[in-house]
């Protein structure tokens, strides 16, 4: 279908037909462009992925086994750190859908001017470097001489004010409430960017047949952004599961690894207990929960649009 | 004018304050991590969000620190190396696969978007192994391959996205003079994809800039650190003294947030011009 041949250029001779001109690049020299990304790929994403298998359950001088699979199951931390990384995917992205895309709405179809400076101001939070946050926060939260300290002391309710950090039940959650803050801003970009791609005839025809306000917002605008909601429920799944900074800065997975989740539960097994072994297998869980998490996200998404009138259409060709 | 009347300007109003406010809480731990660090000794405790009685002297007393200015350097010089390398990567792959028919290329691309799925503490692991044995610890290609292996997958998407959008006439002038493969990327595709080069380069200098679970295991020696594990470093020496632990956070916080300020007009607009899927 095309003039790519083995030689280096397409002949000029062809230009009278109207087989358009393409650049005669050989698969050889084709190849060479996909190298430098391809090299990186397998070096630093597919080998980690077959060595993190292999160390999971090679032994020194045993058969390969699935006993550390088995040591995994019945260890109690890991459970807990798998329950957690499942909480920090559902509740960062719960949040941070039902936070930034009403406030993405706002700022799109609410407000006559401003738009950039909000979207700005509420990026901001994304662009500030992890480490920095969770020591900001971790004094936020400090007792005694924090922010919220403060609040609580302001609002004549300093005696009961709870060791956020400290407390097994609220650990967690205090962190992922962190994280939540940090991203909002991402989702509410992407959805901005989704609402401005939309094709603006359609919700203008939307709102001639009577869809205004909420309505036009839940019955129009919500589905038509599906693969908006799509693309960010996948990064914010693989976002959440490899938070690592603010957990290892603020909680070390504490108190007694109330708030591990598996990546502090591989760098604590691989790096603190030089168990490397282990974290492999740690490792190698991470990697198939991410995948079912995102297959399952898939199928929940496929399912919900069989049931939608329309499909998102994009209003400016590529 | 789909408006009822005399309800849209409150409700335009309303939607103001929601958004302040939402702003306002954005932007509240920045503020109070600057107050602190501009907050003398007797003040540095307080509850408060602003103190009073700003001073400058913490920021004398860190910029003069020999070490933090090395951590500063460092981390300026990985984040260019990923940008610069990172862009070569993805400009090379997305103009294969875009316009020279690869074989194998849906295959290619397909590998390469998998990484998307793969949260990187799964591979963290073998890639310091590897490292190791490489001897390319506590080294800057040590963490500029990751890094940049890292952010192909992302860049593809968007340059892929912007090529495939460029129209074929636009090449053929130069193909006509006769021109190669590489002089129609250089000449033509890559000066007309400048938008979406522009979003990759900025998503990977925040991403390197902000990098830490992969500099804390492979830049474990003092000279080598990076800017995130400077909060980390200085943690400890400066507990008791928040006002000066605080304005190296700010020091390494404003680079960024002054970094997407400029650059944030367009980003966006590359955003959304470009071949972004949502």
Redesign the interface.
């Known amino acids: 279908m095309s003039l790519v041949a083995g030689g280096t250029m397409s002949p000029p001779a062809r230009r009278s037909r109207p087989a358009r001109l393409r650049i005669g690049a050989s698969q050889v020299e084709a190849w060479a462009y996909v190298l430098p990304a391809l090299g990186l790929f397998l070096l630093f994403e597919l080998y980690p992925i077959l060595a993190n298998l292999w160390a999971s359950v090679s032994h020194p001088h045993a058969a390969p086994s699935i006993a550390r699979y088995a040591e995994a199951a019945s260890d109690p931390v890991f459970w807990v750190a798998v329950r957690n990384s499942v909480v920090w995917v559902v509740v960062s992205i719960a949040l941070e859908i039902a936070i930034g895309f009403p406030l993405a709405v706002l700022i799109e179809l609410a407000i006559p001017r401003g738009r950039a400076w909000f979207r700005t101001l509420l990026f901001l939070p994304m662009v500030v470097t992890p480490s920095v946050i969770a020591l900001v926060f971790t004094t936020i939260y400090a007792p005694d001489y924090g922010l919220l300290y403060g609040l609580f002391q302001a609002l004549g309710l300093a005696n009961s004010f709870p060791a956020v950090l400290g407390e097994p039940a609220f650990a967690t959650y205090a962190v992922i409430v962190v994280n939540v803050w940090q991203w909002c801003g991402f989702f509410v970009l992407m959805y901005c960017v989704g609402i401005a791609q939309l094709d603006a005839e359609i919700l203008d025809a939307a709102s001639i047949d009577g869809a205004v306000g909420l309505a036009r917002v839940r019955y129009v605008l919500w589905p038509m952004l599906r693969s908006t909601h799509v693309s960010l429920i996948v990064l914010g799944t693989i976002q959440a599961l490899q938070q690592f900074p603010l957990i290892y800065l603020m909680t070390q997975g504490g108190p007694a690894n109330a708030s591990q989740t598996l990546a502090t539960y591989i760098f604590q097994t691989g790096f603190d207990e030089n168990r490397m072994g282990f974290a492999s297998t740690v490792a190698v869980v991470l990697f198939v929960l991410s995948l079912v998490l995102v297959a399952v996200e898939y199928a929940i998404a496929d399912n919900w649009l069989a049931r939608l009138p329309l499909a998102r259409t994009r209003g400016r060709a590529a | 004018m ?2 009822a009347g005399s309800r849209a300007p409150s ?2 109003l309303i ?2 304050a ?2 302040a406010g ?2 306002a ?3 509240l ?2 503020i ?2 600057i107050d ?1 660090s501009l907050r003398n000794s007797a003040d540095s ?5 602003i103190a009073g009685h700003p001073t400058l002297r913490n920021y004398a007393a860190v910029l003069s620190h020999a070490r933090f200015l090395r951590f500063f350097l460092n981390s300026a010089l990985i984040a260019a190396l990923t940008v610069l390398a990172t862009l ?3 400009t ?2 997305a ?3 875009s ?5 194998g ?1 849906a295959i ?1 691309l397909l ?2 978007m998998s ?13 310091t ?2 490292l190791r044995t490489l001897h390319l610890t506590n080294s800057y290609l040590g963490l500029v ?2 890094e ?3 952010g ?1 997958a992302f860049g ?1 998407v968007i340059v892929k ?1 912007a090529m ?2 460029v129209p ?1 006439e636009l ?2 002038a130069a ?2 003079d ?1 021109a ?2 590489l002089a ?2 250089l000449r033509v595709m890559a000066p007309l994809c400048r938008p979406a080069l522009l979003v990759v380069a900025v998503w990977q200098f ?1 991403f390197s ?2 990098e ?2 992969l500099a ?2 492979i830049m474990s020696r003092n000279a080598m650190k990076t ?6 470093f200085f ?1 400890g020496p400066y507990m008791a003294n ?1 006002g000066k ?2 304005a190296i ?1 700010t020091l ?2 404003v680079v ?2 002054l ?3 400029v650059l ?2 367009w980003f ?1 607009s590359g ?3 470009g ?4």
């Open positions: 789909t408006h409700r335009m939607a103001y929601v958004l939402a702003c809480i954005s932007l731990p920045t109070y991590m602190i405790f307080a509850p408060v969000l070569v990567c993805v090379s792959l103009y294969a696969l316009r020279l028919k690869v074989r290329g290619v590998v390469i990484a998307l799925l793969l949260p990187l503490a799964s591979l963290l692991i073998p890639i192994v590897l391959g990751p940049t292996s890292l192909i593809t996205g495939d959008g074929l090449e053929e193909l006509l006769g190669s493969s129609v990327l925040l800039w902000n830490f679970f804390l295991v800017l995130p594990l400077a909060p980390l943690e928040p632990l605080f956070l390494i916080g960024p947030m970094f997407y300020a944030q007009r966006v955003l959304m011009d071949g972004v899927k949502g």
